[in-house]
Each structure stands twice: as structure tokens, then as C-alpha cells.
């Protein structure tokens, strides 16, 4: 009876979770730089509330969900130093690979349904490091542009 009950518990405990919530976290460390460094951000989210703000190059923390039902959040960062052209930023929030392809092995279903959309362990924010290049505001300049730094991963292929 005992080896049916334990059986029971960890079929349970699997198909009541989902992979992306195991494994994955609910903020997102972002780094954030800008050429010329010193320039002031400020993080402001879906809502338009401000989240984060500080002076580069820095590092913040992001909450990836609003606790709702596939309720992903999303940024905008807007960049400001005396001399330069402001700068504003999208940052984009999308479902990770241990929320498409982990909750095949894992969560099944409910991992896909019932668990992972209520948690922000199933979203990734992009890019996943900020790098900025802000243009002089004499004139002179060209239109200022984001430069997007790519993450160090190695890609297979």
C-alpha cells in the first residue's frame, strides 16, 4: 500500500507542476549600459510605473509576471544625460524554452495550462543585456539608435 501512495505523491507532484516554474526564476537580472556611461534610466513597465531607475552602467532586478494568468510584463527603458538625445527603450518579455520544451518531458498539460502561466519563471526578457549608444543633441549627430549587446551564448548548430 505504501509503494502505491509513493507512486501515487510522484505522479501527482509531476503532473502538478510545470518544468519552466521547477527550473525557472521570477525576475531577471538585467544589465545596462551606455555609451557615454553616466546617463540616467528609468525602468517603467506595462502599467507605466516606474520600477527602476539609476545611472549606468547598472545592473536591476525584473519581476518577468504580474501574477495573472499568462500575465507577462513589459519595459521600456528611457535614457537621459545632459548634452545627449533622450532614448527609449522596448524590452520584450517571451516564453523560454523550459516552458515550450520542458513541460513535454515534465509538466505536460498542466504545466502548459495550469502552473507555468500564473509564474514568471516561464518568460525570458530580451535582450537579456541593455547596451545603448545615445546621441550628442548639438545637431550634429545622427539619429540616435539602441545598440542591442547579444548574450554570450554559444549557438549550436
Partial sequence: MRKYFALFAAVATLLLS???TIVGDNYQQLPISSNPE???FVVKDEMGMTTQQGVTPATVYLPKSTGKYFGKKTYTITFTKAGYKPLTFPLETKPNGWYIAGNLGFGGLPGYLLVDPFNGGMYTIHPETVTVTLAASNGSASKAEPKVK???K???R
Fill in 38 to 40: 553616466g546617463a540616467h
Fill in 18 to 20: 510545470g518544468c519552466a
Fill in 154 to 156: 554559444s549557438k549550436r
Fill in 150 to 152: 547579444k548574450s554570450k
